[in-house]
């Protein structure tokens, strides 16, 4: 997949997990399948319109930290090219000062080009990302988030709205799920809208792990996939 900003913008932006810590899940049982990613390792593959990989990155996931101002989750990234060759080596800081119900923190895979590698997250939408059940539900809510980041040399205030529409869920077997919607990208540099990105996604989700894979598509049919390892 053709990289859409080679000047420290965004390189990618995505929602991945709405995450409910062990200890306040037993007191807010309620809005929230439970992802846990800790010490987790996940695999993203970069494809073009023919299919054909461009790049990919091996994400290892730290713990999550909780302190006064909210939660924090530090993710090591190593970035191969089309031939296997590490090309580079980063880690990204996500905040989230913001719970819902008191019960998740929230996590956006995969990252921001960022000099200071501290990614600012602000939940819009009342709801959950993801239902607490799957079964007996056939769709899921519309959902939206605010970014807030430095990019480039200045270290520019930059802000990324991600809104998430038309989920629909296909049960599968053995304890998997497929949830298939749109995700709209927009990113702003103080008025300026510099990107606009819109994905057809594809998730499948297995009630023991969370989500296992993910394919995120462009109307010119380059894509990107990620998947758990272990």
Do not use: H
Request: charged content about 20%; some cysteine; proline content about 2%.
């Amino acid at each position: 997949m053709k990289n859409k900003i080679d000047y420290n913008f965004l390189v990618f932006i995505l929602i991945w997990f709405l995450i409910p810590l062990p200890s306040l899940l037993a007191q807010e049982n309620t809005g929230m399948l439970m992802f846990q990613i800790e010490g987790k390792q996940f695999e993203k593959n970069n494809y073009d319109k023919n299919g054909f990989i461009t790049d990919s990155q091996v994400l290892n996931v730290g713990k999550i930290k909780k302190d006064t101002k909210g939660y924090s989750l530090k993710i090591n990234t190593k970035i191969f090219n089309e031939k296997g060759t590490l090309k580079s080596e980063k880690s990204f800081n996500y905040l989230c000062d913001k719970s819902q119900n008191g019960a998740v923190f929230m996590g956006v895979f995969p990252f921001v080009n960022t000099k200071s590698g501290n990614i600012n997250i602000e939940v819009l939408s009342n709801n959950f990302l993801y239902p607490n059940s799957l079964e007996n539900e056939d769709k899921v809510n519309d959902f939206s988030l605010l970014v807030n980041y430095k990019t480039g040399f200045l270290g520019v205030n930059t802000k990324t709205f991600l809104n998430i529409t038309n989920r629909k869920i296909t049960k599968l077997i053995n304890g998997r799920y497929e949830l298939n919607g749109n995700i709209e990208i927009k990113t702003f540099v103080g008025k300026l809208n510099v990107l606009t990105l819109n994905y057809i996604s594809n998730e499948i989700i297995e009630i023991a792990n969370g989500i296992i894979f993910q394919k995120y598509t462009e109307k010119d049919g380059s894509y990107f996939t990620i998947e758990l390892k272990n």
